[in-house]
C-alpha cells in the first residue's frame, strides 16, 4: 500500500486550458475553472482571479467525478478487510468523490443509528459517502427493515447486498414498502438454491478443473422474479452486477415496456472471462463470477445500446489470509476502486472507440441521477468540487503500487491500461495522484 494521500483544500484555484466533458451541461472544449474556498465559482475562457493559484491542465480532460454505486467499505465490523477512510482512499485514487456503502457490515446497515455513523465518518475524512440500508432487519430475509428511518438518517438505498430476498412474498412486501418511501432498490440476482456453494461459473472451465458451478440460471431466474414483481408494484429496481446474456436480454425487454428498472456492470465483467480462473487463483473468485466469453460479450452490448446503465466496481476487500484459503474455502470478491477508470478507457474508450462522454454517463452522470443527487454527475456553480483531471492516453500498469484500499486483492495486477485519472478533487480537496 502506498503512503497515505493527503488533500489540499482548495482556497483560490485556477484551472487553466482542460478540455471539459460535461454532457449535463452539454460542455465539450477547451476552457478555464474557477474555485474558491472548496466550491466552483464559474467557469469558462481566460479566467482570471487575485491572488489565484494555477494548474495548468493543457491535454488532461477535466471531468465530473466518478459516483461508484457498489462498494464495500466493511466498517462496522470488518474493519480488518477496509476501513471507511481507506475505502475513502482508495476510490479517491481511483477518481471516485462518492460512493454507496453496501449494507453487509456487522452489525448490518439496518437502523439510522449504522447510517448516521458511516456518514459521520466519511465527513470527517471529508468524503462523500451514500450509505445503502438493508431491506430485511439483518440481511435475513424475514422482517422489513426500518426504511423511513434510515432514509431520514440519509440512506440512498436498499438491499440485501449478496443475500438475494428468496421468498417472493417478502420481497414484495419489502419491495413496496420501499417504493412507498422512493427508495431505489439494488438487487443481487441470484437463486441461492441453484447457485448452491458454487465457486465459478459453470461451464466448460469448471469441469476441466474439477470445480463446482454457479450455473446462468441462478441470475437468470432472479433477474425474471423480480422484473415480475417491479411490473406488479412499479417499484424502482436496480440490478447489480449484470453478468449473463439472459439476464441481459430480460432487462432490455423490461426496458422496451417502460418498466422502472436500472442496471450495472462491473469492470471485471466486462474484461475478463471464466478462462482466468485457469491461473487457479482466488483473486478471480468473485460473485456473480466471471462468464463466458458470449456473456461478456452481451454485457458490453448491454451496455453500448443503454440496457445497462451503470459501471460499478462491487469493490469487495478481503484480508490476505482470507483469500490465501484453498479455493473452496476463499471469500467472494475483487478490489476495484483504483482500477475502474482504467478498465474502462481501455476497453471501452480506446478498446471499442466510445466517446469520452459515454464513460462520463456510465461512471458519474447516471449513477447520480439514479441515487437523485443532483449536485454530482456535473458541475454546478456554488456547489463543491468533485471532479477530476484525466489524461487519456497516459499508458500505465496496474499493480500493487496503486491500491490505497486495505486489502489487496485484485484481479487486474499486471493488466497493461491506457487512461488515467491524474487529479482528483473531492468535496473542494485537491489529491494529486
Known amino acids: 500500500m502506498k503512503n497515505k494521500l493527503n488533500g489540499q483544500s482548495v482556497r483560490n484555484l485556477i484551472i487553466r486550458n ?37 494548474l495548468d491542465a493543457k491535454k488532461l480532460h477535466l471531468l465530473p467525478g466518478l459516483i461508484d454505486m457498489h462498494v464495500h467499505f466493511r466498517e462496522p465490523g470488518y474493519e480488518h478487510k477496509e476501513t471507511i477512510e481507506t475505502g475513502a482512499l482508495a476510490a479517491i485514487a481511483g477518481g471516485f468523490v462518492g460512493c454507496v456503502s453496501m ?5 448490518a446497515c ?10 459521520e465518518r466519511a465527513n470527517i475524512i471529508n ?8 431491506l430485511t432487519q439483518g440481511r435475513e430475509g424475514k422482517k422489513i427493515s426500518e426504511m423511513a428511518e434510515m432514509k431520514a438518517a440519509g440512506a440512498v438505498a436498499v438491499t440485501d447486498d449478496g443475500n438475494w430476498v428468496f421468498d417472493s412474498g417478502v420481497a414484495r412486501r419489502t419491495y413496496e414498502y420501499a417504493a412507498t418511501y422512493g ?11 441453484i447457485a448452491l456453494n458454487g465457486v465459478m461459473n459453470e ?16 441470475e437468470d431466474i432472479a433477474t425474471a422474479r423480480d422484473i415480475e414483481l417491479v411490473r406488479l408494484i412499479k417499484c424502482q429496481l436496480h440490478f447489480q452486477h449484470v453478468s449473463t446474456r439472459g439476464a441481459v436480454d430480460m432487462i432490455r425487454r423490461a426496458k422496451a415496456e417502460g418498466l422502472p428498472v436500472t442496471a450495472e456492470a462491473t469492470p471485471h465483467h466486462i474484461a475478463l472471462t471464466d478462462a482466468e480462473f485457469l491461473r487457479y487463483d482466488t483473486f478471480y473468485k468473485m460473485n456473480p463470477p466471471l462468464r463466458t466469453e458470449e456473456d461478456r460479450q452481451a454485457v458490453l452490448k448491454g451496455l453500448e445500446d443503454g440496457t445497462i446503465d451503470v459501471i460499478a466496481t462491487d469493490h469487495a476487500p478481503h484480508a490476505f489470509e482470507e483469500k490465501d484459503l484453498d479455493i473452496e474455502q476463499a471469500p467472494f470478491g475483487t478490489i476495484g476502486l483504483e482500477s475502474a477508470f482504467g478498465i474502462a478507457m481501455t476497453e471501452l474508450y480506446h478498446g471499442r472507440k ?49 491500491v490505497h484500499s486495505k486489502s489487496l486483492n ?8 491506457k487512461g488515467k485519472v491524474l487529479y482528483t478533487f473531492a468535496k473542494g480537496y485537491q489529491y494529486a495522484l
Open 18 to 54: 482542460a478540455h471539459i466533458i460535461d454532457p449535463a451541461n452539454g460542455i465539450n472544449e477547451v476552457m478555464d475553472l474557477h474555485i474558491k474556498s472548496h466550491r466552483i465559482v464559474k467557469w469558462g475562457k481566460d479566467l482570471a482571479a487575485e491572488e489565484a493559484e494555477i
Open 410 to 417: 485484485s484481479c487486474f495486477y499486471g493488466k497493461k491500461l
Open 354 to 402: 466510445w466517446k469520452l462522454e459515454e464513460i462520463v454517463k456510465k461512471m458519474s452522470l447516471v449513477p447520480a441521477e439514479i441515487l437523485k443527487k443532483q449536485n454530482f454527475g456535473r458541475l454546478k456553480t456554488g456547489e463543491q468540487a468533485n471532479f477530476v483531471l484525466v489524461d487519456v492516453n497516459k499508458e500505465w500498469t496496474f499493480s500493487e503500487e496503486n
Open 183 to 193: 427508495l431505489p432498490i439494488l438487487s443481487h440476482a441470484e437463486d441461492q438454491t
Open 203 to 218: 461451464g466448460i472451465v469448471s469441469t476441466k478443473l474439477g470445480l463446482r458451478g454457479r450455473p446462468n440460471a441462478a
Open 127 to 134: 468524503f462523500n459517502l451514500f450509505p445503502a440500508g438493508t
Open 103 to 107: 449494507p453487509n457490515t456487522k452489525p
Open 110 to 119: 439496518d437502523n439510522a443509528q449504522v447510517v448516521k455513523y458511516q456518514i
